[in-house]
């Protein structure tokens, strides 16, 4: 028995997400299925992020146990030639028997694009949310500022979920523009359920000048989702990076 | 009586070109549709570049006839809201009666994107060819250089097309590496069928190593279609800019 696990690369706009779902197609759902295909078992991968339907990712993490005598590293193509087009597996390999890559401290990094112009742009609509109105970029940079740090971010979760904590903490939030398109990638340890959307919303909202980004700082003190912005679309959003910290030895 | 322009930006994955078909769904054949409809005229387009099944545009540019009386820059929004969601009108304005897009100078830009890697990227595939083998793009930029000016493009067009001449200027070539992506760019006074993707199928040869840079020079003398490199797949191509150039009085 060993465990392999997947580096997975997904354009989500016709997936459910990535969680087998009792209805709908996922991303996990079509994993399994041509895993169990091509290894001659049944495979459960676990995912390292369940993303949202019609989020993308560059790097999101599978891991699964098998019996095969396949090379890991050979997996990945033999995978790619089952898959449809929008999910391709960049790499696999072996890993330790007990890692599991949601009990593993992590930096993920988050990337949401938006498109600014008077009509939408049919070119790469599919990863970008389309925004006509003028957007104060300066303002949204200045907002983004707050979330830097440990923070309990339960104003920006939805009000059902259910984790044993909502304090998380973010490394780096950043908001660029460049020609028609800003970009807001925002990095962190972990996200909570629609978190980074609902960060955009936020921006968004400060960017349209409805609101000072100095609001941004009441928002997280309040603790309560209905005083954030609404949640930004999913097509905008993309899973850029995924990379496992080390625990540093005192 | 009034003629319109028309800036059209289109994902031309779902499409079989602009012009008109007997069989499949074009571009130029939405237009009409939507337009006939909103203006309740027969309407009929009469496009500048009429684009291969796949191909993308950021701003082709159609011209009809009308006897609106929709203020002409009021057209874009109104036949947005009846376009398909990967045909959006950039802008609409009036031009003169005998004003025709074919028959007039221009400068047309067409971009050619590779995505160089291991694997496919499932994002944004629709608009970048794959190629995994890596690829020399000091050698290809040599070859560009050969194509620059006026030459005749036989070898870099299908050998059964009807024109007068295949005579042609090309005003600038760049090939462009940026992570992992190739950027071939072609800017010239107009375009053979299939030429920037006879180009672009060459340079792929040289790239790989298959033909040396100086051969370049010897396709084009030869004149003749089997000398050139395949035909690049559609789907890495996009109309990226067009300008009507003044023509200078003495």
Not at 54 to 71: M, Q
Not at 216 to 221: A, S
Request: proline content about 4%; aromatic content about 8%.
């Amino acid at each position: 028995m060993k465990r392999i696990m997947l580096t997975v690369a997904y354009d989500g706009t016709k997936y459910n997400g990535w969680q087998v779902q009792p209805n709908g197609v996922t991303i996990e759902g079509q994993l399994n299925k041509a895993l169990s295909e091509l290894l001659k078992e049944e495979i459960t991968v676990i995912g390292a992020s369940r993303t949202d339907a019609g989020v993308h990712a560059l790097c999101n993490i599978a891991v699964f146990d098998t019996e095969t005598r396949i090379a890991p590293e050979k997996i990945a193509p033999a995978l790619n030639a089952r898959l449809p087009e929008d999910i391709r597996i960049q790499n696999s390999k072996q890993v330790p028997i007990d890692f599991h890559p949601r009990h593993c401290n992590t930096r993920k990094t988050y990337e949401y694009r938006i498109y600014m112009g008077k009509y939408e742009n049919p070119i790469g609509r599919q990863y970008a949310h389309f925004v006509y109105v003028p957007l104060n970029v300066e303002k949204m940079q200045q907002a983004a500022e707050y979330l830097l740090g440990e923070h309990d971010f339960k104003s920006f979760c939805v009000a059902k979920a259910q984790v044993l904590t909502t304090v998380r903490t973010i490394y780096d939030v950043t908001v660029n523009k460049e020609g028609s398109y800003l970009t807001i990638r925002v990095c962190g340890s972990g996200f909570l359920f629609n978190m980074v959307r609902i960060i955009v919303g936020t921006l968004l909202e400060i960017g349209r000048g409805n609101m000072e980004p100095e609001q941004m700082q009441e928002i997280l003190e309040a603790k309560d989702r209905q005083k954030a912005g609404p949640t930004a679309p999913a097509r905008g959003l993309t899973l850029t990076e995924f990379e496992f910290v080390e625990m540093t030895a005192f």
